[in-house]
């Protein structure tokens, strides 16, 4: 397996190897797509499953970094280390796992210490992860120096975590505070900007109300949504718009994404398209420019006459960059949107485009035949 690599010794005396693995893997996709079956296997639901080997395919292009430790059994303890070159400031840890044989060994500190200690030299300022509260995995990240940094409401104990290495009141000035929106730069996204994606959709709802198109496409919370949204865009099958404050900090986010993205096309549905908007606490103000900018881009996807976005009721935010860009409200489903342990009212928004007028062709005057006068009678 090609990569850096830093040995040890287990607590038995047996050595381990950590390999830091990088695009393109290589036999290295084979190896990880296997142990991680084993991640697999342990979920309890259907829902959480994911197809590993898609999944390792189409994301080698992307900055993502593997951190494993092995043995002379082959892969015992992995993560994966999502980051951007274009942020290389920002990354985010998922998918800790330890082979049931070899946990209470020290082998996911050994690995995560190495990922932590590369990406620190390595331009990196701040590391987010999602786990459940009271776990071994969260209990691990406590340990290493991570807090609780935002956390959904109960029952639900989900709670993102964050590790600011360095002064973190000097690194959320830097990066998180709050910028004008004539100071965020708009763009197309981009596969790059996955670790931009990643720290913006780490935020619980009612922040982010992710329950409807983005959520739905992904089974496995917000990382897959990001996953298929980056696919769904790169085959063209929507446009989005990336509003990013100080060094590329993510702020805002819009998406126009096809009705029927999960299953056929149904051909009444093909000229509508969802929107959802996006935005970081503290970020609401960038939303209208970003809205703005995806309108445009949105006028150009062919078919497309009717814009669909569904909002919480309490979302004043969204509710109010979509009513002031012309977006009518055109109903409401009660205790329809999911908030935790609390339902609230969805609140439908439609924008639909006139169809161009249809230009009547007036018949060109023909030239007068000529022909030799008839004699007279």
């Known amino acids: 397996m090609q990569g850096k690599v830093e040995r040890f010794s287990l607590a038995d005396g047996e050595d ?81 796992y330890t082979a049931p044989n070899r946990r209470e060994q020290g082998l996911a500190r050994h690995v995560l210490d190495v990922a932590l200690e590369r990406f620190s030299t390595d331009g990196g300022q701040a590391v987010i992860a999602q786990c459940t509260r009271d776990t071994p995995a969260y209990k691990l990240l ?121 299953t056929p096309p149904l051909p009444y549905r093909e000229h509508v398209r969802l929107l959802d908007l996006f935005a970081r606490p503290g970020f609401e103000d960038a939303l209208g420019p970003v809205l703005e900018a995806l309108l445009v881009r949105a006028d150009v996807l062919p078919g497309v006459r009717r814009l669909l976005s569904v909002v919480d009721s309490e979302n004043v935010s969204v509710r109010t960059t979509l009513e002031e860009a012309g977006f009518v409200e055109s109903g409401m489903l009660h205790d329809y949107a999911l908030l935790g342990d609390q339902h609230g009212d969805a609140v439908f928004y439609e924008l639909t485009r006139a169809e161009p007028d249809k230009v009547e062709q007036v018949p060109s005057e023909q030239p007068a035949e000529t022909g030799a006068e008839l004699p007279e009678a």
């Open 16 to 96: 381990a190897v950590i390999h830091e693995l990088r695009a393109p893997l290589g036999a290295g996709a084979e190896a990880l797509n296997q142990f991680w079956s084993g991640w697999d296997a342990e979920q309890t639901s259907g829902l959480f499953r994911t197809d590993t080997s898609s999944r390792l395919a189409a994301r080698e292009d992307i900055g993502d970094r593997w951190y494993v430790a092995t043995t002379i059994e082959g892969i015992v303890c992995g993560l994966e280390l999502s980051r951007s070159n274009r942020i290389p400031h920002l990354g985010s840890l998922h998918q800790i």
């Open 142 to 262: 406590a340990s290493l120096g991570f807090e609780d940094y935002l956390a959904m409401p109960e029952p639900y104990k989900r709670v993102t975590m964050r590790l600011v290495l360095g002064d973190a009141a000097a690194f959320e000035e830097r990066y998180f505070s709050a910028v004008a929106p004539d100071t965020v730069a708009r763009r197309p996204l981009r596969r790059s900007d996955k670790s931009a994606l990643l720290h913006l959709f780490s935020h619980p709802v009612p922040f982010l109300i992710r329950y409807y198109a983005l959520h739905m496409y992904g089974s496995y919370g917000f990382e897959e949504s990001v996953l298929v949204l980056l696919d769904a865009l790169e085959r063209g099958l929507g446009t989005s718009v990336l509003g990013v404050a100080a060094e590329g900090t993510p702020a805002a986010l819009g998406t126009v994404l096809p009705a029927d993205l999960p």
